[in-house]
T-cell receptor
Framework: DVKVTQSSRYLVKRTGEKVFLECVQD?????MFWYRQDPGLGLRLIYF???????EKGDIPEGYSVSREKKERFSLILESASTNQTSMYLC?????????????FGSGTRLTVV | AQSVTQLGSHVSVSEGALVLLRCNYS??????LFWYVQYPNQGLQLLLK??????LVKGINGFEAEFKKSETSFHLTKPSAHMSDAAEYFC???????????FGQGTTLQVKP
């Protein structure tokens, strides 16, 4: 089975800190995604990547950046954490084309910014 | 723009009752459609997918969904609810424009004893 591993399940950070959320997949998937999930708003795409060193903005990229130096790893960076970035963050990966197999999700990181 | 609409943000059923979660999509081309389940404080897990083979798709945990092109629907059903089915359920469709999944807003299923 494909595994998508997010390094932390729960994280508490202070306002203004630089925060790194790590995601690793073990099945050589080309595509990787970062979503945030908030009550009543569903899943919102932050950034995605179709290949190493390649990134595209999603629907809500403001305040975030990403890094994909290796195919298996996709990092989400909060440049200066703010309280409105308190959320559940979900990483996902998929083969190309994604339609046949859908996405495989990690277990999520619940981030609290205080 | 393509969209996925889940009717009802909360659905409550009694244990043993039929589960019906509704999903409609907008698409001008035959879609790829998915249902995911999310248990509390977990990621999303694939329940089932429609990829233009059989219109009735069977998934894990006794769930199934029927693709109805005339109604642009892909409703999720289970004949008899278990307490362990309480979770949030997401319908998703592959966008033919972007090649990415478009998710519905989610439906929280509550199962009463």
């Amino acid at each position: 089975d494909v595994k998508v591993t997010q390094s932390s399940r729960y994280l508490v950070k202070r306002t203004g800190e630089k925060v790194f959320l790590e995601c690793v997949q073990d099945m050589d998937h080309e595509n990787m995604f970062w979503y945030r999930q908030d009550p009543g708003l569903g899943l919102r795409l932050i950034y995605f990547s179709y290949d190493v060193k390649m990134k595209e903005k999603g629907d809500i990229p403001e305040g975030y950046s990403v890094s994909r130096e290796k195919k298996e790893r996709f990092s989400l960076i909060l440049e200066s954490a703010s309280t409105n970035q308190t959320s559940m963050y979900l990483c996902a990966s998929s083969q190309q084309p994604p339609g046949l197999y859908g996405y495989t999700f990690g277990s999520g990181t619940r981030l609290t910014v205080v | 723009a393509q969209s996925v609409t889940q009717l009802g943000s909360h659905v409550s059923v009694s244990e043993g009752a039929l589960v019906l979660l509704r999903c409609n999509y907008s698409s001008s081309v035959p879609p790829y459609l998915f249902w995911y389940v999310q248990y509390p404080n977990q990621g999303l897990q694939l329940l089932l997918k429609y990829t233009s083979a059989a219109t009735l798709v069977k998934g894990i945990n006794g769930f199934e969904a029927e693709f109805k092109k005339s109604e642009t629907s892909f409703h999720l059903t289970k004949p008899s609810a278990h307490m362990s089915d309480a979770a949030e359920y997401f319908c998703a469709a592959l966008s033919s424009n972007t090649g990415k999944l478009i998710f519905g807003q989610g439906t929280t299923l509550q199962v009463k004893p």
